[in-house]
């Protein structure tokens, strides 16, 4: 079957830009999140969808950061104005519990972006 | 608040030799959720193995054993016999018992692994 895919897998955008991340989860997946990671560290987590309820926000960094899942199936991350530090690999993860804190998590393969 | 140690930043080994990787935690939550994740070069991370903080049995599956401890708050993963499929990037993760609100996640550094023929 199919896994989690994300796409682009590469972006570049200019410094002030609006760039939108998309991912589509393993179908029936109910928990979705979202990761940034950065170039040698490990993935920091950005927010937690349970279908298309946003339960946990509080790892975006700022308020140029907004994500949706408004039919609780594919969910965009749109960093809005983006900065040089906004530059990471960003991660979507889905998982077929309900329960966030347990689950295993199938990962898709990441977008890039990179802020110039 | 939530930490993962992982200590080792890199282990290189050759073929055959077992290496163990090292995971410290840090929770003032009774009830928690440890894991171990696989990134390969092709950059999907996989998942490996969960244990909720009521189990400390030691788990082993094929080539991986993990070993549970809680009184020194480690949750450390052994591969036996190393295959140089096995070199990847392995992150070891943490997450709190939160009902289904929310659920912080918590990911050490890694610890690359290369294993040489």
């Known amino acids: 079957g199919a896994g989690v895919s994300q796409s682009p897998r590469y972006k570049v955008a200019k410094r002030g830009q609006d760039v939108a991340l998309r991912c589509d989860p393993i179908?029936?997946?109910?928990?979705l999140f979202w990761y940034q990671q950065a170039l040698g560290q490990g993935p920091e987590f950005l927010t937690y969808?349970?279908?298309?309820?946003?339960?946990?926000k509080s790892g975006l960094p700022s308020d140029r950061f907004f994500a949706e899942r408004p039919e609780g199936s594919v969910s965009t991350l749109k960093i809005q104005r983006t900065q040089q530090e906004d530059s990471a690999v960003y991660l979507c993860?889905?998982?077929?519990?309900?329960?966030?804190?347990?689950?295993?998590?199938?990962f898709g393969p990441g977008t890039r972006l990179t802020v110039l | 608040a939530q930490k993962v140690t992982q200590a080792q930043t890199e282990i290189s080994v050759v073929e055959k030799e077992d290496v163990t990787l090292d995971c410290v935690y840090e929770?003032?939550?009774?009830?928690?959720?440890l894991f171990w994740y696989k990134q390969p070069p092709s950059g999907e991370l996989v998942f490996l193995i969960r244990?909720?903080?009521?189990?400390?049995q030691n788990e082993i599956s094929g080539r991986y054993s993990w070993n549970f401890q809680k009184s020194t708050s480690s949750f450390n993963f052994t591969i036996t016999a190393s295959q140089v499929e096995d070199s990847a990037v392995y992150f070891c993760?943490?997450?709190?018992?939160?009902?289904?609100?929310?659920?912080?996640?918590?990911f050490g550094p890694g610890t690359r692994l290369s294993v040489l023929p």
């Open positions: 179908s029936g997946h109910v928990s």
């Open positions: 244990r909720n903080s009521f189990d400390e």
């Open positions: 993760a943490l997450s709190e018992a939160r009902g289904n609100y929310g659920q912080n996640f918590v």
């Open positions: 969808f349970q279908n298309e309820a946003q339960l946990d």
């Open positions: 929770t003032r939550d009774t009830t928690y959720y």
């Open positions: 993860a889905s998982s077929w519990r309900t329960s966030g804190s347990m689950a295993e998590q199938f």
